[in-house]
């Protein structure tokens, strides 16, 4: 009775509770067959190897870690794209990164322990040494890149946006609905700068000066184009720099030369050189000007800038892996065509072009033998080109460089409370239609010295209250020697163009002629 007693008691302790029970692998390479499984399966190692309550815990966390993050990729992208541009979330997200990774290291390490053989011998145990190795090292990699990543896109949106409370500016609006930002406004208005600032430049002049009219229900985008050399430029009835300039920025009587000092590209500079503080307490004088001289000039509210610096241009290109774009006339890559110095080097025309940030620079800001007119067509061209190249696979893939590049290139007024409305409102316009609002240049004066203001913002009304028109522009021969007026780019067509055109027409290949200088 005492001997079956004593067996019944060492056969129950050696079952034991089934928590506790270890079932090792027979062979070495079912061990590490198991292993490989536990870390493709996190907690099914850990119940093989007999801690089943452990591991169905740990199997049920990782499935629902991986439904929650279908769920979110297929029915709730809008609000991860918003959780994207929030300080707070994205600390953390690399947080919660950094300890999922930790904790699957220890899950695949103590499945192993559980599930090598007893008799494994030191090759057995090297071998499975250096599989659990090879398993963490490509858990941890991902995990310390997708926390860079994270940590950029927080360090990008820290540097460039800041909160409505903590930044100073005379022109913006002085709420912000964060709920539904759009709530009243059919239409967001936002100006874009491109500054000349860079090493051996004295002050900043904005060449580039673009109105995007975002339609915030389709995201449909009109984009208006004004020439640099605009005189006069106006400025709203309550405004300080009304009663100082009541007929616009501009002098009568003044040289070629001394005009330069009056145009649109110098009112970011000057103005606030001759007036400071005039408008209130601003982050940027400058741009605060501008928006409010361009929102009269255009009849639009200007709502928010954003200003890019030309000479890091190139650096959020390379980021981008390039943009394609075509070259459809000859574009020249340095020269002075007052000095007559002629370019070193010229874009050549041609479809489908990949530039890099070099020489994409130079397609939107090339100007020997050039006019306006065709420089703002390939401005807009490069727009759309890194629009295009922006795809979910660059940014997954160069993010930490695109952020590192974008910090140093952007300044802006846009508030932090609003971005997450702006990201969604930025995926409509990636599926919209971007347009070129055609401006009569000749009928409007905009190249002489009093311009139509009231004719221009007649023009851009009517505008966008029409669709995009979009057609395709017939195969054009090109012609040796200087283009004639009818096929310069930026000339009147035969047949008047509407109102708005297409980007993805007019930025379509259709070589036109030659330029001064072949």
């Not at 580039?208 to 184009?225: C, E, P, Q, Y």
Request: hydrophobic share 40%; with cysteine; proline share 8%.
């Amino acid at each position: 009775m005492g001997r079956r007693a004593r067996a019944t008691s060492a056969a129950g302790s050696s079952t034991g509770t089934p928590e506790r029970r270890r079932t090792p692998a027979k062979t070495v390479p079912q061990s590490l067959g198991l292993t490989l499984l536990s870390a493709l399966l996190p907690g099914s190692g850990l119940i093989l190897g007999g801690r089943r309550r452990l591991g169905a815990a740990v199997l049920t966390l990782t499935l629902g870690l991986v439904g929650l993050g279908l769920y979110a990729a297929f029915w709730r992208r809008d609000d991860v794209a918003q959780t994207i541009v929030v300080p707070s979330r994205l600390l953390g997200i690399a947080i919660g990164i950094g300890v999922l990774a930790l904790g699957w290291v220890v899950v695949v390490v103590a499945s192993h322990r559980l599930l090598r053989p007893a008799t494994g011998g030191p090759g057995g145990r090297a071998a499975g040494a250096i599989l659990v190795g090879l398993l963490c090292f490509a858990i941890t990699a991902p995990a310390a890149l997708g926390v860079q990543s994270v940590l950029a896109q927080r360090d990008l949106v820290e540097n460039v946006f800041v909160s409505q409370g903590e930044s100073k500016s005379a022109t913006r609006p002085e709420t912000v609905n964060v709920k539904d930002p759009w709530e009243d406004k059919p239409r967001l208005n936002l100006l874009l700068l491109g500054g000349d600032d860079g090493k051996g430049r004295t002050g900043v002049r904005t060449d580039t000066v673009i109105v995007a009219s975002i339609d915030t229900k389709t995201g449909d985008t009109a984009l208006i184009s004004l020439p640099r050399q605009l005189m006069f430029m106006p400025f709203p009835k309550d405004s300080p720099l009304h009663k100082i300039y009541p007929n616009g920025f501009g002098r009568e009587g003044l040289s070629l030369t001394g005009r330069l000092e009056w145009m649109l590209t110098a009112m970011y500079q000057n103005i606030p050189a001759m007036h400071p503080g005039i408008l209130g307490p601003s982050d940027n004088e400058g741009a605060d000007v501008v928006k409010q001289s361009v929102g009269e000039a255009t009849g639009l509210d200007i709502d928010y800038y954003l200003q890019v610096n030309l000479q890091g241009f190139d650096q959020i290109v390379d980021a981008l892996g390039g943009i394609t774009v075509n070259v459809n006339e000859r574009v020249a890559m340095g020269g002075v065509s007052s000095a007559h110095i002629p370019p070193g080097q010229w874009l050549e025309p041609g479809p489908n072009q990949h530039l890099d940030g070099f020489k994409a620079l130079w397609f939107a800001r090339g100007r020997y033998g050039a006019s306006d007119d065709e420089r703002q067509i390939r401005q807009r061209c490069a727009i759309k080109g890194i629009v295009d190249a922006a795809d979910p696979k660059t940014l997954a893939t160069k993010y930490q460089a695109i952020a590192r590049a974008g910090k140093n290139l952007l300044r802006t007024d846009i508030p932090q409370e609003l971005l997450p409305a702006m990201v969604q409102l930025g995926l409509r316009v990636k599926s919209a239609t971007v347009s070129n609002v055609s401006l009569d240049q000749s009928k409007l004066r905009l190249k002489y010295l009093h311009p139509d203001y009231a004719g221009l913002r007649e023009t851009i009304a009517k505008a966008l209250e029409h669709d995009p028109v979009i057609t395709t522009p017939p195969p054009v021969t090109p012609t040796a020697g200087k283009p004639t007026a009818l096929n310069r780019p930026g000339a009147p067509a035969a047949t008047p163009p509407g109102p708005t055109e297409d980007l993805r027409d007019a930025c379509a290949y259709n070589p036109t002629g030659t330029q001064n200088g072949r």
